[in-house]
Structure formats: structure tokens, C-alpha cells
């Protein structure tokens, strides 16, 4: 099975993972499970540092190269097809990250392991 990490559910992943639900908590512990990660999530992520919403004990450029390597995830890159896709999602939620990941989920099938409601109104499969 293949699974989405929110950019919340990575960061948790990787500092509190005690934050995690049950049965993400249980998906990740597999190792057979592929991990993935939208490139709206790296985006998301260097922003947020960048404004001081989010503190990291590196440069986002190193914490998430570090991350991908030690989580074994790979990066889902942007595609036109997943800005067009997000742009056509219903207005559940503003958040454009939200929706790219959304995006990506509904596109390649993926389901998104995260604590957030809305990606589930978008038609995401969530596990949480």
C-alpha cells in the first residue's frame, strides 16, 4: 500500500509522533507501506520556517532532505495536472497547499495519512 504524508503528519512523524493517530501510527509502523510526500509539503514547510510559524533544528533544505532519507519517502513532484486538478476542487478549504496535496491524492490514488477533515470532503481517502 502506498500512503500521502500531510506536511503535519510528517513533521510529527519525525519530532512527536505521539501526535499521530492509532491507525496512522499503526500504517507507518509497516515497512512495507511506499511513503510519499507532495512537493506542496516541502513548499509548504520552507515557508512557514521562513516566517518563524515553524522552528526546525536545521535549514529546511537539509531537515527535509534528512527526512526524506531517513523515512524512506519519496517526493511526489508538482504536475500541472495536480494545479489543475486543485484549482478545480470544490471551496472546502482555502489552504492552496491543502489542496495540491488533495490533489495529488485523488490523482495518483494515494491516501493521505492526516488529522485534517477537509481532505476527506474533497473525496481523499484519510487515515487517521
Known amino acids: ?7 503535519c503528519a510528517l513533521i510529527w512523524l519525525t519530532s512527536t509522533p505521539e501526535k499521530l493517530g492509532t491507525r496512522a ?5 509497516d515497512i512495507h507501506q511506499e511513503r510519499f510526500l507532495s512537493l506542496a509539503s516541502v513548499w509548504e514547510i520552507v515557508l512557514k520556517y521562513h516566517t518563524g510559524k515553524l522552528p526546525l533544528p536545521q535549514k529546511p533544505e537539509e531537515w527535509i532532505e534528512e527526512q526524506i532519507r531517513l523515512q524512506d ?3 511526489l513532484n508538482l504536475e500541472r495536472e495536480v494545479i489543475y486538478k486543485s484549482g478545480n476542487l470544490p471551496p472546502v478549504h482555502r489552504d492552496p497547499f491543502d489542496r495540491m496535496i488533495a490533489a495529488d491524492s485523488l490523482i495518483h490514488r494515494i491516501p493521505i495519512i ?3 477533515a ?9 487515515i487517521w
Do not use: A, N
Not at 25 to 29: C, K, N, P, Y
Not at 118 to 126: E, N, R
Open 1 to 7: 500500500m502506498s500512503i500521502l504524508l500531510d506536511t
Open 118 to 126: 477537509p481532505f476527506g470532503d474533497y473525496g481523499c481517502k484519510v
Open 73 to 75: 519517502i519519496t517526493i
Open 25 to 29: 501510527t499503526h500504517i507507518l509502523e
Open 114 to 116: 492526516s488529522p485534517d
